[in-house]
C-alpha cells in the first residue's frame, strides 16, 4: 500500500533541499572569499614590507636615492625571479636593434652560437658557424663569453649579446673568452652572414645533411638534397643538429610533414590552458634515419629530433641536449621598454615534459673537437662514425 506525502511535508523538504543548497553555495563562495582574502593580505603585507624599506632607506641612506634606478631594477628583479634566462627585460635600442638583426636580415657575424649556462647565466660557446671569423679561432665549446671589443658580456640577455656579436657594420673585432683561469683574446674581421639552413654530401649512399639554421628554406634546400643523387639509391638520411638552436619551430615543422607519416606530432601549449598541435600529412618516408645532437643543441632543434625519434623511428647519436621547449613573445611596456617572455612550450602531441632529447648511442666528443665538427674525417668525428654505423 502506497504512502501519500501531504502537501505540507512536501513544502517542507522542499524548504529543506533548498537551505541545504544554500549552504553548500555558501560555504564554496565563503572558502573561495577566504582564499582570495589570504592572498590580498599576503600581497598586502609585502607591499607594507616594500614601503617600511623604502621609508628608512629615504630618511636615513648617506649617498641619497635614485628612484628611477630603483624603479627600474624592480622590475627586472620581478623578472629575473622567473628563473628563466629566455625571459628578460631590453631597452628600446637593444629590441630596435636585435629586431633589425634577426631572422633574414643582412649582417655581418662572428660566427659563434652561444647559450646562457641555467645556473649562472654566463653565456657560453655553444657552437661556430662553418666558414666564420669564430671557425679561424683557438675557440671551444664550454668558453665563457667575457667580452667583444669594449662591451662586458657578464650580466648581459641573449638578446643584449646577440646585438653584440651581431654587426650592421663591417669592422674588426676583439673577442675575449674565459677558459678555466685563462683569458684568450681572438682578434677577427666580421663577415657577412651567409649561413645556409642547410648543408649536405654523401657518404656513401646515405645522405648527411647538416642543419644550420630552421628557416623557411630549409625543406626545399633538403628536397633538392634528395634530388640531387642521380640514381636515387639513398639508404638513409643522417640530420646533425649539433649546435643548432633556432626557435622558429614553423621551419622544424614544416620539414616534419615532408617526412613523417599522418598523423600528430607536437603539440603546443599555452599559458592560458589552450593547447594546439602540429599534424603531419606526409607520405611514409622509407629511409632510415640518423640525429647526432650534442649539449648545444636546443629549441627547435630539441622538437625536430624528439619527433623523429617519437615517429620516424630515428637513433638519436650524441650527447643530451641543452633542454629548451619555450618559445618567447615579446611585449612592450608603458615606460618604453620591452618584456620578452616565456608564453607557449612545446612537447611531443603523445605527451612527456623532459625538454632534453636523450641519445640512443651515447657518444661524446672533446671540447676542443665538439664546436669544429664540421673539420673532422669521419674516424675524428666518433659521433658521426656511430651515426653511419647505425644506418648500414
Known amino acids: 500500500m502506497k504512502r501519500k506525502i501531504s502537501f505540507g511535508a512536501a513544502i517542507a523538504l522542499m524548504l529543506i533541499g533548498i537551505l541545504i543548497t544554500f549552504q553548500l553555495t555558501y560555504s564554496l563562495v565563503e572558502n573561495k572569499y577566504k582564499s582570495k582574502l589570504s592572498e590580498i593580505m599576503d600581497a598586502a603585507i609585502k607591499y607594507d614590507d616594500l614601503s617600511d624599506l623604502d621609508t628608512i632607506v629615504e630618511k636615513n641612506y648617506i649617498y641619497g636615492v635614485k628612484k628611477d634606478k630603483i624603479s627600474g631594477d624592480l622590475l627586472s628583479g620581478y623578472v629575473s625571479s622567473l628563473g628563466d634566462r629566455f625571459s628578460c627585460l631590453m631597452s628600446k635600442e637593444t629590441f630596435e636593434t636585435y629586431s633589425s638583426l634577426s631572422g633574414t636580415a643582412s649582417y655581418f657575424d662572428l660566427g659563434i652560437e652561444f647559450l646562457p649556462d641555467k645556473e649562472t647565466g654566463l653565456l657560453y660557446v655553444s657552437g661556430i658557424y662553418e666558414a666564420s671569423p669564430a671557425a679561424k679561432c683557438d675557440i671551444k665549446f664550454g668558453d665563457v663569453l667575457f667580452k667583444i671589443d669594449d662591451t662586458v658580456l657578464y650580466g648581459k640577455s641573449v638578446y643584449e649579446a646577440a646585438c653584440v656579436i651581431r654587426s650592421a657594420q663591417k669592422s674588426e673585432s676583439d673577442i675575449y673568452l674565459i677558459r678555466g683561469d685563462k683569458i684568450i683574446k681572438h682578434t677577427v674581421e666580421r663577415t657577412p652572414s651567409d649561413k ?34 642521380a640514381d636515387g639509391d639513398i639508404s638513409g638520411v643522417i640530420f646533425d643538429l649539433r649546435g643548432v638552436h633556432d626557435d622558429d619551430l614553423t621551419a622544424a615543422c614544416e620539414l616534419l610533414d615532408y617526412i613523417l607519416p599522418d598523423g600528430p606530432a607536437i603539440r603546443i601549449d599555452a599559458a592560458d590552458g589552450t593547447s594546439s598541435e602540429m599534424h603531419a600529412s606526409g607520405e611514409p ?8 645532437v650534442n649539449a648545444g643543441t636546443s629549441g627547435a632543434g630539441e622538437a625536430f629530433a624528439k619527433a623523429l625519434k617519437a615517429y620516424g623511428n630515428a637513433k638519436v647519436i650524441g650527447e643530451t641536449t641543452y633542454g629548451k621547449n619555450s618559445l618567447q613573445k615579446t611585449f612592450s611596456l608603458s615606460d618604453g621598454s620591452f618584456l620578452s617572455l616565456s608564453f607557449q612550450k612545446y612537447a611531443l602531441a603523445t605527451g612527456g615534459d623532459d625538454a632534453a632529447v636523450h641519445p640512443d648511442v651515447p657518444v661524446k666528443l672533446s671540447p676542443d673537437l665538439s664546436a669544429k665538427y664540421f673539420t673532422l674525417s669521419i674516424g675524428e668525428d666518433t659521433q658521426l662514425e656511430a651515426a653511419v654505423s647505425v644506418l648500414k
Open 285 to 292: 618516408f622509407g629511409k632510415k634515419i640518423a640525429v647526432i
Open 196 to 229: 645556409p639552413s642547410l648543408s649536405y654530401r654523401f657518404i656513401g649512399d646515405i645522405l648527411y645533411a647538416d642543419v644550420h639554421d630552421f628557416n623557411s628554406t630549409l625543406t626545399d634546400v633538403f628536397k633538392s638534397a634528395i634530388a640531387s643523387k
